[in-house]
């Protein structure tokens, strides 16, 4: 059939071919996602998986690269576009069922994170490190001289829940991952200060500088200059410790990567929510059963989109969970919540202040975090979306992977 001129229902006007309602297949033109989601930084064609995106009209075989300056836009028209998109997002299964659930699919239904090719298994170690009388337990990924990564996991986790990531960001860096103070091996302090933020930051930024660095100058080869810095890659709560590392200890941070991490109460009544939210939370660990928080805990909406996962990685991390110790995780939430941070406006003026690169990694399906990057971006730093929901780097790996490449490329020295 040939080409016609005139508008498509679904009111675009340049660019791209479906079959029209009036029955004619060829040009039917609109500016599909770069003007319908100019704040969205979505290249999966980069990512080497052959699939081009699907606009919210439903075509598929779109363009990419969206906002070619990467991550969400800044302006007001670009905020309220990508709140459409998302909205398009979270429509019911009918408008595209493959999208409904915030994830990216092939033409042939598989999603995008199973195409990639694997990876071979980096070398492995484990060590522990004591600071302030506390044993931090640690996971390390490849070789000591490639340029290090502190990964440090959220709530209820240990450093095993980056295993899925390891692989790949194993291939060009070091990957140290902490068991945080009260999780995993690491000890179990009774003292509530030892779970606190600056407590733990403190303990990180050390680990850095006695052991991190010091294995980059042994074992970076002749003619390479060893790592001076670490990224340091949070999520979640790990975030809220890696913030406070980059802050206070910005001479051992190479950048700030943080996944789906809070940045403190937006003002003082914020505050006594999340000192409400925390106090219950401590009430159900020392008054109900491990078991049954956690059943609480997986139930929350927070965490919806992690029942894709597969049967095993599921078990998996339900088996973490449960394998905390009650008090631990009550003192964790009284001493490491949100209602212990200063407020968001500070915390963004002193990222913004701060010479340390900062990178926001969110999820489609994860809306206030997803507004929260926005904000990263609006505050002049950068910020991306990633198809999933609250965790990422577990729920799809490789696609959270992708995303960090830019960043690392734009901040690192390679080859000297």
Known sequence: MSEHDHECTCGHEHGHDHECECGHEHHHEHEHIEKSIPAIDFDVEEMGLGWEGVCPCG?????HHVDPAGGMGGSEAETADALAWRA????EPDTYEEFQQGYAFDTDGNLLQDLVEEIP???FAELDFEHDGIIYHVRRWGEPGEIPIVLLHGFMQ????????????ALDHCLYAIDLVGHGATTVPADPQAYSIPAQSDAIAAFIREIVLPQAA???PEGRTPAKRAHVLGYSMGGRIALDVALRHGDVVLSLILESAGIGPSDEAERAEYAKRAADWAWRLREESMEDFVNYWEGLPLFATQQRLSDEVKAAVRAERLAND????????ENAGQQTMALADETMGALGLSWTPVFYVAGTRDEKYLILAERFVKEGLDAKPVMGGHNLHLEVPEMFVEALGPHFRNNEIRGM
């Open 88 to 91: 398009w997002v979270n429509a």
């Open 158 to 169: 240990t450093g095993a829940t980056w295993e899925p990531v390891a692989p790949r960001l």
């Open 218 to 220: 042994e074992a970076t």
């Open 121 to 123: 298994e980096p070398a």
């Open 326 to 333: 009650t008090e631990a995780m009550a003192l964790t939430v």
């Open 59 to 63: 075509c598929g075989g779109v363009g």
